[in-house]
């Protein structure tokens, strides 16, 4: 089975500062998780000590700042550094619905799926025919209210609309784990903050040219991570890419009428 950790850097409202929030998904092979795990755990006490009440927080948009390159916070760049290089070892496929900050406040019908989710399930459908392998999906835990309607628009979702009733590799029982109790939700996380920063800092435009150290090494985190996303066929004819920048009209204006 594939295991997809999925995790949600920003959000997509006209108040917020990120420009480009992002919805992203790591896939791993479940058999592979033990050591994943593992692996992790050392990389964390290798570089920054013992953690003996595992209360420590190494969210991503602490690892990837500008900070990160100076000598006082040095050891941040370098976990990063690992985190990516263990992602790379083990073959990991990675997926993201980069947004846009709107200039109106998204309407998310109760009960249904926003479509970011929904574009995310494609490409893990399609990545689950690639591996003929089922995918259970798993959610970086935010607060009730929030996932449980993410919880009943994605059993919705894939039990009555026309698509997602084809989704034949997504297992219909969506987890909710903490990161603090589940470390691979790092994955989703860092992955997420490094795509969610390159957009946000325009280096989607190749005109625009990293500046500084920090920006170089931005660039390279995400050729890196790019490297590990998957262009697959999509069942409506063409490609889905692996990192998608999904137009601003499919976030529903809360003055117009949703579709579903």
Not at 29 to 47: F, G, P, W
Not at 117 to 125: G, M, P, T, V, Y
């Amino acid at each position: 089975m594939i295991f997809a950790f999925v995790d949600e850097s920003g959000k997509p409202y006209p108040s917020e500062s990120d420009t480009h929030p992002t919805l992203t998904a790591v896939c791993c092979n479940s058999d592979n998780i033990k050591e994943l795990t593992q692996r992790l755990y050392n990389a964390e006490i290798r570089v920054f000590g013992d953690d003996p009440t595992f209360t420590r927080q190494l969210k991503g948009n602490k690892m990837i700042n500008s900070r990160s390159v100076t000598d006082q916070y040095n050891n941040r760049k370098i976990y990063t550094d690992e985190i990516i290089d263990i992602m790379e070892m083990y073959q990991v496929a990675v997926f993201s619905i980069v947004m846009t900050r709107p200039d109106f406040s998204p309407h998310y019908e109760p009960g249904f799926l926003p479509n970011e989710h929904r574009f995310l399930l494609e490409r893990l459908q399609n990545y689950g025919e690639h591996c003929n392998n089922d995918v259970l999906v798993i959610y970086d835990k935010i607060h009730d209210k929030d996932d449980g309607h993410v919880a009943l628009g994605f059993k919705r979702f894939l039990f009555t609309h026309g698509s997602g009733k084809q989704y034949s590799r997504i297992v219909e029982l969506p987890l909710f784990v903490a990161s603090q109790t589940h470390p691979l939700i790092r994955f989703p996380d860092l992955a997420g903050n490094i795509i969610r920063k390159y957009y946000g800092m325009g280096f989607n435009n190749p005109e625009q040219k990293p500046k500084n150290e920090f920006e170089r090494w931005l660039v390279e985190l995400y050729a890196r991570i790019s490297a590990m996303s998957l262009r697959l066929s999509s069942q409506r004819g063409g490609y889905d890419y692996g990192i998608y920048e999904m137009p601003v009209r499919f976030l529903i204006n809360s003055k117009s009428k949703y579709f579903a």
